[in-house]
T-cell receptor, first 113, second 111 residues
Framework: KAGVTQTPRYLIKTRGQQVTLSCSPI?????VSWYQQTPGQGLQFLFE???????NKGNFPGRFSGRQFSNSRSEMNVSTLELGDSALYLC????????????FGSGTQLSVL | GDSVTQMEGPVTLSEEAFLTINCTYT??????LFWYVQYPGEGLQLLLK?????DKGSNKGFEATYRKETTSFHLEKGSVQVSDSAVYFC??????????FGKGTKLTVNP
């Protein structure tokens, strides 16, 4: 079974631009969560999607948004990028009900210049 | 709100040394507790978990016991190996189902 796949692996943008990150969950997993990882703040929850609906949301500004498609793939968008948005963005999928173990992708390293 | 505090390190040990990484939490109700590990260049992997008080999670020689009275979930391993070098994250999942992570502890094991 393929793991959680995130693309691209690395991304360099400039302030003010917008960016879209992609996440393909493990086959059969309908829940996808996004996390931001920085050296200063650690891992912070962004949002979770299940069956194309946002199920949970962290404390991030509206510039951070996401969506989920009918095949459970998810995208995360950050508009009007700021230097502080430089981070590793991790996606995780799980199968709600039962074990509900979270499986993480390798992340997208975003650098904002 | 819910929070997790863990020793930030870095921690440097020699091979076969005993490891303890402290983790305490604040939460309402009865959260589930987890340890995740992140190897260089990779995402997080679940190492072990415990879902109720006095449960002991264990995996790959690592252990942690859910202590409700001290709100702690310390990670231990009796004899570390070079391959255990990684960043370790303590986390909790409460009623909101969001995972709340500690800031991570970097472990380096020298041969």
């Amino acid at each position: 079974k393929a793991g959680v796949t995130q693309t691209p692996r690395y991304l360099i943008k400039t302030r003010g631009q917008q960016v879209t990150l992609s996440c393909s969950p493990i086959s059969g997993h309908r829940s996808v969560s996004w996390y931001q990882q920085t050296p200063g703040q650690g891992l912070q929850f962004l949002f979770e999607y299940f069956s194309e609906t946002q199920r949970n949301k962290g404390n991030f500004p509206g510039r951070f948004s996401g969506r989920q498609f009918s095949n459970s793939r998810s995208e995360m968008n950050v508009s009007t990028l700021e230097l502080g948005d430089s981070a590793l963005y991790l996606c995780a999928s799980r199968q709600l009900g039962g074990d509900e173990k979270l499986f993480f992708g390798s992340g997208t390293q975003l650098s904002v210049l | 709100g819910d929070s997790v505090t863990q020793m930030e390190g870095p921690v440097t040990l020699s091979e076969e040394a005993f490891l303890t990484i402290n983790c305490t939490y604040t939460a309402t109700g009865y959260p589930s507790l987890f340890w995740y590990v992140q190897y260089p260049g990779e995402g997080l992997q679940l190492l072990l978990k415990a879902t109720k008080a006095d449960d002991k999670g264990s995996n790959k020689g690592f252990e942690a016991t859910y202590r409700k009275e001290t709100t702690s979930f310390h990670l231990e391993k009796g004899s570390v190996q070079v391959s255990d070098s990684a960043v370790y994250f303590c986390a909790l999942q409460g009623g909101s189902e969001k995972l709340v992570f500690g800031k991570g502890t970097k472990l380096t094991v020298n041969p």
